[in-house]
């Protein structure tokens, strides 16, 4: 009784913790749902504030009640009605079980719904027809692979707006995450395996992407720009990464897989028409990626330098260990 | 109630045998949750080896048609079989008060018998290496290294209980606390009885399915 | 690596560099230093502790009274003295963290790979290290008294089990010096901690250390199980236990069933680094998803290994200090069971983002979500005990409505982390980090804390310092909300967990709000330590001999404080739920016995001192590769376990004279004291004998 006013105290401060950060913030545009730039980022957004809202009808109550029953019940408060033995109501019971699972059901309604439009191997709904793009995590940068142009680039995802993007995702080091939070949730990459991603941008616009699974020193350093553009920009895009890439062949995606951050990748090599923290390939190796993926279902063992990522790795080894094209 | 009313702790004791009966009551009831904790581990394995028994995990390797030998997978089935029998008949001789020698002699038999089994398991082991199938082959003969010798060793533990108790039964004669540890090593043999009849049907009937 | 020098077979693969000491004088970076200080800290820390010891002439003690004790106690005190003394590294890791973060815009001082050890032994710590063994604790302490027991039912198991909790401690302790912990995060996943990208010993340390200490919390598990069902004070049913034992019980069943996952995930994780088996590896068929799996099918039900504790505590922390009996007993029994059996279910929504379909995430999700029903009716239901009670607003009531009030925007965040398609946003990044810390500090550490001012004066017999337990929880209360919603934000501007630095400015200004948060925690740390030195100068004033300082409603407080070894003189017969409660009411607190019994308790035993020695080599052999120290200390702890089973029950009997004598002298004690109301609660009048206080016009 004695500290209840430092607990009031506490009380406040900590509502003051919880509402300042947030409601005087600058949000960055291009790096969060909560600024969405496209419709499946929308949606995840909307999910996320109607779930909170209704969900606050559960805890609303606790917020109030709580410092209310304290202050009215405290011991020194003669007044207050005092019930030792009150064990049981049988209607309050019913609401305290009641309520919950009404939302709870009211919210699993909407997740199932949710989920499953929002699943991230969906097409999106498009008279377009989707870019594929593959994207081959490495430590510590992210390959994007276009089959259809055959071209590919390191530090930076071009792609055309208003148009769906299907991405197939591997890893050819650890596990990882890929992410671009304006546009679309994350999803793992892991080597072997083949995951996918559905996305779209609204509008031309320069996104960030990350990698959200630690995998190492350089793992804060893999980022890369998202950048959407018209598809008159899209095709120049892929024009000049024609124009301008250098080849890559088995050897040049050895040295490309060393642990190295994209402005070291950039250093070894990008010529100087390619810009910042971006290196651009082309041609690229036919079936890059399904070697990749194949890489680790040989039947036999990896050898200690063709795994990318490891202490042994040797880029020469794994120019050596990517299977042969199926071509 | 004097000593010799104890029959056998936990399989026909009551109230009336006073402190000795709720003590081997606490010990067998640690005992089996003990053992249900064990199957959980051995349930993972087994969840391992499911996921693994398909040609990505065999990854090239030989599977369960070119490795696993059924005859000698029936003889170590049946020799744990056996060897869970005649446990049996070492309680039945603890709990009748047949003769020290009797019991003995059922509970040396098992103990034979475990290491029969145990030899033809390592013998298989030991093909199966020779023919460059060790756990290092394949991620499905990691599963396979990981579920069967688990269960072996746990075989391979039971023989040195059994050894033990085989010691103090002489040591420290047919008392509560031998009595109640006899029942115990008795419901984890049987125990281990039924893991491998697990092992038997997924590991070797399935895989050769 | 030394793998050709000769003393290899000696010594494994240590050699001079695995001294963090020695880079730091070679390469004096601020990365360094910190490391070579924290190593430095451990060793004078260890030695000072030895010096006062000796210089205290305490070692006999030491011995005969605590290491080879028995009784579940001092068992007790071991574990929450040990999670103490973890806590203080764990809380301090997590200042360096903030700080690195809030300087992180530039890269920081820390160099990454220092961060990421940071990160993953703060992590294991904390769970496995404060949490669980502060938990082990207070469950020892507490539950066999709630029960009416006089021991728990397998009193040499548990001494082992602290000591395979202090192996994994000792483990991750010596990693500060002797080489490096792991940098693969607390749950160490496949490929990363593979011997193909860590072969050094980090991954090794943290395997040991966890799956050692795993196998300890199994044994308490089914130690606490069976004693819960068997060894009650005869007419205590189910239904009559204290909610802190349903929770216990609960706990505990999950202890038994959770834990076998974890050991399976750590040991098969080791057969893939030290014997090149191909369960998680990227080739051969291995398939980490596996990993995955398995340490969520423990870590989820950890989770609410954790909570269900706090749970219970605050369930007895707000009944009495609202001086009512528990608002729906049976709801939060019910409750209790529910969030049990829902545990088992939800692994899977730590990775939704793994690529399953949106069938099974969508499955998960619900069931996830269905958690929070059973945990909001606590919620309720601890409101409604407060609703009409006379509240003293003590420190352990202080904890318990921060926690109400803290707890339940955990569990809003929670909700929304069920959400498969929320979570594929903000899974990985700091919102994570600030909901798992949202539920896990003001539920289970503020449970954790609010038991241990609670049972304080029962386990020494004197209370602890109000004024300086408020700062501390004022200052833990508000150091969460200045360190965790911060962080929320930061998550939700799409910041990765596990950054050492980062590139966008707008980053800075939270993290730095963060450190301002994680520098009160430290103070909250620091205030804590002060009350105990204060409490112990002024304990004088705060005796509590009589044994009931707070007007408690359980078996634990008819008893004197602190008990005798055997708990109770006489076993008591237990009719209904509160009671002792019931009893002080009818007049009947402290019967006269009509007699008194030889009472059979186990002898010291030195086990656990084998296991622990042992279990330390052994760790320490695995992770240096030293195989004939791992072959001999598994040889000694075998054989040490065989020769004891030689040995014939260790027991000896305290006779009925020495029982009845100290039993009379108490209750003389009593009928002497006058008793106090809860408004001297706080205050040298209060030595342990409560006043009975009913409504007015009821009584």
């Known amino acids: 009784m004695k500290y209840g006013w430092l607990w009031l105290l506490a009380l406040f401060v900590t509502a003051a913790a919880v509402f300042s950060p947030g409601a005087s913030f600058a949000w960055p545009e291009s790096s969060s749902f909560f600024t969405p730039q496209g419709p499946i980022a929308q949606a995840e957004k909307d999910h996320f504030l109607q779930t909170a809202a209704i969900t606050m009808i559960a805890v609303l109550p606790v917020l109030l009640l709580v410092p209310l029953i304290l202050w009215r019940y405290r011991y020194g408060n003669r007044k207050a009605s005092y019930r030792p033995k009150w064990e049981f109501s049988g209607p309050l019971d019913l609401l305290m079980w009641g309520v919950p699972i009404a939302i709870v059901a009211i919210l699993s309604v909407e997740l199932w719904q949710e989920t499953v439009s929002l699943d991230p191997y969906r097409p999106l709904p498009s008279e377009k027809a989707p870019l594929e793009i593959q994207v081959v995590g490495l430590d510590w940068k992210w390959l994007f692979i276009y089959p259809e142009q055959g071209i590919a680039s390191v530090g930076e995802m071009g792609f055309p707006a208003d148009r769906p993007v299907k991405l197939s995702l591997t890893s050819d080091t650890v596990m990882q995450s890929f992410m671009i939070g304006a546009l679309a949730g994350q999803i793992y990459v892991m080597p072997g395996m083949q995951t996918q991603l559905q996305l779209m941008a609204d509008a031309p616009g320069l996104f960030e992407g990350e990698n959200t699974q630690f995998n190492g020193a350089g793992f804060p350093m893999q980022r890369f720009r998202a950048v959407a553009q018209t598809d008159e920009g899209f095709a120049n895009w892929v024009a000049e990464v024609k124009a301008q890439g250098v080849p890559l062949d088995p050897q040049t995606y050895g040295k490309l897989a060393v642990s190295s951050t994209p402005a070291e990748v950039h250093r070894t090599l990008a010529s100087p028409q390619m810009p910042a923290d971006a290196v651009w390939f082309s041609p690229v190796a036919p079936d890059l990626f399904e070697r990749v993926l194949r890489r680790y279902h040989q039947g036999s063992a990896l050898e200690p330098g063709g795994q990318p990522g490891s202490f042994l790795h040797d880029p020469d080894t794994l120019s050596q260990s990517l299977p042969e094209t199926t071509q | 109630m004097s000593k010799h009313d104890t029959i056998h702790p936990g399989l026909n004791l009551g109230e009336h045998h006073g402190a000795a009966h709720d003590k081997a009551e606490i010990g067998a009831f640690g005992f089996w949750i003990f053992l249900m904790s064990d199957l959980i581990i051995f349930g993972l394995m087994f969840a391992l080896y499911v996921t693994m028994q398909n040609p990505m995990g065999q990854a090239g390797g030989p599977g369960p048609k070119e490795l696993f030998d059924l005859t000698s997978a029936l003889i170590q089935t049946m020799l744990l079989l056996v060897s869970s029998l005649s446990f049996g008949l070492a309680s039945l001789a603890l709990r009748h008060h047949r003769s020290r020698a009797e019991l003995t002699f059922w509970l040396a038999l098992t103990l034979l018998l475990g290491l029969a089994f145990l030899s033809f398991e390592a013998r298989d082991f030991a093909a199966m290496f020779a023919a460059d199938a060790g756990p290092s082959r394949s991620g499905f003969l990691s599963a396979f290294f990981g579920l069967v010798p688990l269960h072996g060793l746990h075989v391979a533990s039971g023989c040195l209980w059994l050894l033990i108790m085989l010691i103090q039964i002489r040591t420290l004669g047919l008392s509560d606390l031998v009595k109640s540890r006899l029942l115990k090593l008795g419901l984890f043999w049987h125990f281990l009885d039924i893991v491998w009849i697990g092992i038997f049907s997924i590991v070797y009937l399935g895989g050769l399915a | 690596m030394s793998g050709t020098s000769s003393l290899h077979w000696l010594i494994g693969r240590l050699d001079l560099s695995s001294l963090p000491i020695l880079p730091a004088l070679a390469n004096p970076t601020p990365s360094e230093i910190v490391a070579a200080v924290a190593a430095l800290m451990v060793i004078l820390g260890g030695l000072g502790v030895a010096v006062l010891i000796t210089w205290r002439g305490w070692w006999t003690s030491l011995w005969r009274d605590w290491l080879t004790s028995t009784d579940h106690k001092r068992i007790g005190i071991m574990y929450i003295v040990l999670a103490l003394v973890m806590m203080v590294r764990g809380v301090l890791e997590g200042v360096v963290m903030r700080a690195q973060q809030a300087a992180g815009l530039d890269g920081g001082f820390l160099s990454d790979g220092h961060f990421a050890e940071l990160f993953s032994t703060h992590g294991t710590i904390m769970i496995f290290f404060v949490a669980m063994p502060f938990i082990a604790g207070l469950i020892n302490y507490v539950m066999p008294l709630q029960i009416g027991a006089r021991d728990v039912s397998f009193p040499m198991l548990n001494q082992v089990s602290l000591a395979l909790t202090a192996i994994g401690a000792a483990l991750v302790m010596i990693s500060l010096v002797l080489g490096k912990f792991s940098t693969g995060g607390w749950p160490a996943y496949p490929p990363y901690t593979g011997i193909a990208f860590n072969p050094g010993e980090g991954p090794d340390y943290w395997i040991w250390s966890v799956a050692i200490a795993g196998l300890g919390s199994t044994l308490s598990g089914l130690n606490f199980v069976v004693t819960i069902f068997k060894e009650r004070a005869p007419g205590m049913k189910l239904f009559d236990m204290p909610l802190f034992t349903w929770t216990v019980l609960c706990t ?446 009821a009584a």
């Open chain 3, 252 to 697: 505990a069943i999950i202890m038994v069933f959770a834990m076998p996952p974890l050991t399976v995930a750590t040991l098969t994780l080791a057969l893939d680094r030290y014997l090149d088996f191909h369960f998680y590896t990227n080739d051969l068929g291995g398939n980490m998803m596996n990993y995955v799996n398995l340490f969520w099918l423990f870590g989820h039900p950890e989770v609410y290994l954790l909570i269900l504790p706090a749970f219970g505590i605050f369930s007895e922390v707000i009944s009495t200090f609202s001086g009512k009996c528990l608002y729906g007993y049976k709801s939060l029994v019910y409750a209790t069971m529910v969030i049990s059996v829902l545990s088992f279910t939800v692994w899977l929504h730590h990775f939704f983002t793994m690529g399953q379909s949106a069938h099974v995430n969508a499955a998960f999700g619900v069931a996830s979500m269905f958690i929070a029903v059973p945990t909001g009716v606590k919620v309720y239901d601890w409101m409604a005990t407060m609703f009409r009670g006379r509240i003293r607003l003590t420190v352990p009531m202080i904890y318990a409505t921060g926690f109400l009030t803290l707890f339940v925007i955990g569990g809003l965040t929670g909700v929304m982390l069920a959400n498969p398609t929320i979570s594929y946003q903000v899974h990985n990044t700091l919102f994570l980090v600030a909901h798992f810390h949202n539920v896990i500090i003001p539920g289970v550490l503020f449970g954790l804390l609010a038991g241990y001012h609670y049972w304080f004066p029962k386990a020494f017999g004197f209370r602890l310092n109000e004024r300086w337990g408020a700062i501390s929880a004022l200052f833990w209360i508000t150091g969460f909300a200045f360190t965790f919603f911060p962080l929320y934000v930061l998550g939700l501007m799409g910041m990765p967990r596990r950054s050492a630095s980062y590139v966008d400015p707008s980053f800075e200004p939270l993290t730095w709000v963060a450190m301002f948060g994680a520098a009160l925690i430290f103070c909250a740390l620091a205030t804590l330590l002060i009350q105990l030195r204060v409490s112990i100068r002024d304990r004088a004033q705060t005796q509590v001999p009589l044994g009931d300082p707070w007007d408690g409603r359980t078996l634990e407080w008819s008893i004197p404080s602190p008990p005798p070894e055997y708990n109770f003189a006489i076993v008591p017969r237990v009719v209904g739920r509160d009671a002792f409660a019931e009893a002080k009411e009818r007049g009947q607190g402290y019967p006269k016995p009509a007699g008194y019994e030889d009472i059979e308790m186990p002898r010291n035993t030195m086990l656990g001192m084998v296991v622990l020695i042992g279990g330390t080599a052994l760790g320490l052999a695995l992770v240096w590769y030293i195989w004939w120290l791992a072959v001999l200390s598994l040889v000694v702890m075998i054989g040490a376990f065989i020769a004891k089973s030689f040995v014939p029950e260790p027991h000896r009997i305290i006779p009925a004279t020495e029982v009845a004598a100290a039993h009379e002298a108490w209750l003389a004690a009593i009928a002497k004291a006058s008793p106090v109301t809860r408004a001297q609660e706080t205050s040298a009048e209060n030595r342990g004998l409560a006043a009975l206080e009913m409504p007015e016009g």
